[in-house]
């Protein structure tokens, strides 16, 4: 999807009379950077019947890490979210981290290729019966393998076994191009898009 941004520009100029003479007293120019981003809302209220992805390769396992460092959580946020500008995470201090990532309703998956890491999910209970899938993503080097629509299969099943009521998620134009349609194929709906303005 296309980031819809502009930067709009004022220049203002005031000036002062003295004895009837205009002089220019200030010249300044302000640049205000505005992002207009839709995001997109969904959400799935019953569990999929469709059958499970086959691993696209053999190599691959899932694992729900409870005790990653301050430090590991963060390189998942960098690596993975940094071509999408995830930096919700990233603008908390070390405490706040640490009372998120390791609450036990808080499930962070991995996903691995061989030992090599190829994605992460994070998925929040606190709000039960609803379960927001808050990130979910590749490393880049893992993208158009076919393990995203693999990953995010697990992740959901994983969900529906605490039985909510509602899993849901959001995304934006600054996510990857096909984000939108890669869950409605995984089983979420569209149930609202907002426009917001961010300077």
Partial sequence: MLSSGFCAVYSLTVFYSIKNR????????????????????????????????????????????????????????????????????????????DAIIHNPEVDLLVLYCGRAIAGFCEMDRRCFPDIEIKFFGLMPEFIGQGLGSYFLNRAIAAAWEHCPMRLWLHTDTNDHPRAVSTYERAGFQVYKQVMETFR
């Avoid at 959400?43 to 890490?65: G, V």
């Avoid at 995470?89 to 070390?94: D, F, H, I, W």
């Fill in 22 to 97: 205009c002089k220019l007293a200030v010249g300044c120019t302000f640049h205000i950077n505005i992002d207009n981003i839709l995001v997109t809302y969904l959400e799935m209220t019953q569990r999929p019947t469709h059958p499970p992805c086959l691993p696209p390769q053999a190599d691959l396992k899932i694992l729900r890490e409870a005790k990653l460092s301050i430090a590991q959580y963060l390189y998942l946020q960098k690596t993975v979210g940094g071509p999408w500008q995830w930096d919700e995470r990233l603008a908390l201090t070390e405490d706040e981290l």
